[in-house]
């Protein structure tokens, strides 16, 4: 025996009346950041300033915040399987062991992958498209996710395996982003 499929619960516009459009996300609020997720100040497209999210540091990853603003690059290195990862804990995530170093990494690296994002994913960086975000991957084996600087943000001239350095941008007192360029 098989059965008719029972009709949708939503019902279909009238004869001549629009569809009904997808539902609108709900409207940005505009403030002074929160104390979850502060940020800077930036120009929205319509001329309204819109604030672009700033990372949180947490207590485990403070020095590497620490060294950036130094503009050194601090990475955590698993003493039992001897694999450098990035972001900084204290639990290695290739084995799990609790075995954990800091080590000053040289900042060298090559293009893992990339991306050209035309569109913003925050109306904080509308006034940054199009920009280049990428995976660089550190000679030590990390490989972190980052932003390409000083470069046309153009297919042809970014390649994967393309040698990197880093450049360090001061955000506030206590923000320093890393972001790469080409070497």
């Known amino acids: 025996m098989t059965s008719t499929p029972s009709p949708s619960p939503q019902s279909s516009p009238a004869k001549g009346e629009a569809a009904n459009p997808s539902p609108q996300p709900a409207p940005l609020v505009r403030g002074e950041g929160s104390p ?6 930036s120009s929205h497209a319509k001329g309204e300033e819109v604030r672009a999210p700033v990372p949180v ?10 060294g950036l603003r130094r503009s050194e ?3 955590r290195r698993c003493e039992d399987c001897k694999k450098a990862y990035f972001y ?19 900042g ?10 035309h569109r913003a994913p925050h109306p904080g960086f509308a006034d940054k498209v199009p920009y280049v975000a990428a995976i660089v991957e550190l000679e030590e084996g990390a ?3 980052t932003n390409l600087v000083g470069i046309d943000p153009d ?8 040698p990197v350095k880093p450049v360090f941008e001061k955000l506030t007192d206590t923000i320093t982003l890393l972001k790469f360029t080409l070497a």
Do not use: N
């Not at 947490?58 to 620490?66: A, G, H, V």
């Not at 297919?155 to 393309?162: L, M, Q």
């Open 73 to 75: 690059i601090w990475m």
């Open 143 to 145: 490989r972190v996710p």
């Open 36 to 41: 979850i997720t502060p940020s800077l100040r």
């Open 88 to 106: 900084p804990r204290d639990i290695c995530p290739h084995c799990f062991s609790r075995r954990t170093q800091w080590f000053r990494s040289t």
């Open 155 to 162: 297919p042809a001239k970014i390649r994967i395996g393309a």
């Open 57 to 66: 540091p947490q207590p485990e990853s403070d020095r590497y915040w620490e």
């Open 108 to 117: 060298r690296g090559t293009i893992h992958t990339f991306a050209i994002a």
